[in-house]
């Protein structure tokens, strides 16, 4: 079974520029959910989709955005980018919602290492 | 809020001895699942093991063991007989909410 994707895996931006990332989760799998890793902050939990619809969301400002498609394929977008966001994002795939009754153990992907210049 | 503290941020062991990874956490919620992932040097965040709330029984997998207390909040992981390869980053989890990781160092 192929494991949880994600485009590209590096990116250079320039503050003020937007980006899209993308993720197709493993085969089966219904939610999606991002993470973004920095050396500081450590994991921090972005956002979830699951079904298409946003689950549950973050403390992070607007400018960082989600969606699902019907495949579960899933894209985030950060919009005037900042150099604070130059970090690796992780994408982690799941059976199920990440927030019912019963939590499901995730997958994760290798991640996009964006750098904010 | 839910809080994960790994007090824990580097560990070195030589190899073959034993090491622990503590895990102390913070929830209002009395349905709750704690998870440990292992994400080894450039490589991707790896699932250990899922436990819930009402399982307070101890696991152990191989070499590596967890101790669930729900009286003292913690969720401590344990390799006997470390090797090199178990040299990683260690995170706790509340579902989604992750302790900022434990790197073990095991040298040979």
């Known amino acids: 079974k192929a494991g949880v994707t994600q485009t590209p895996r590096y990116l250079i931006k320039t503050r003020g520029q937007q980006v899209t990332l993308s993720c197709s989760p493993i085969?089966?799998?219904?939610?999606v959910s991002w993470y973004q890793q920095t050396p500081g902050q450590g994991l921090q939990f972005l956002f979830e989709?699951?079904?298409?619809?946003?689950?549950n969301k973050g403390n992070f400002p607007g400018r960082f955005s989600g969606r699902q498609f019907s495949n579960s394929r899933s894209e985030m977008n950060v919009s005037t980018l900042e150099l604070g966001d130059s970090a690796l994002y992780l994408c982690?795939?799941?059976?199920?919602?990440?927030?019912?009754?019963?939590?499901?153990?995730?997958?994760f992907g290798p991640g996009t290492r964006l750098t904010v210049t | 809020a839910q809080k994960v503290t790994q007090a824990q941020t580097e560990i070195s062991v030589v190899e073959k001895e034993d090491v622990t990874l503590d895990c102390v956490y913070e929830?209002?919620?009395?349905?709750?699942?704690l998870f440990w992932y292992k994400q080894p040097p450039s490589g991707e965040l790896v699932f250990l093991i899922r436990?819930?709330?009402?399982?307070?029984q101890n696991e152990i997998s191989g070499r590596y063991s967890w101790n669930f207390q729900k009286s003292t909040s913690s969720f401590n992981f344990t390799i006997t007989a470390s090797q090199v390869v178990d040299s990683a980053v260690y995170f706790c989890?509340?579902?989604?909410?992750f302790g900022k990781g434990t790197r073990l160092s095991v040298i040979a």
């Open positions: 989709y699951f079904s298409e619809t946003q689950r």
């Open positions: 436990r819930n709330s009402f399982d307070e």
């Open positions: 982690a795939s799941s059976l199920g919602s990440l927030w019912t009754g019963s939590a499901y153990e995730q997958y």
């Open positions: 929830t209002r919620d009395t349905t709750y699942y």
């Open positions: 085969s089966g799998h219904r939610s």
């Open positions: 989890a509340l579902v989604g909410v």
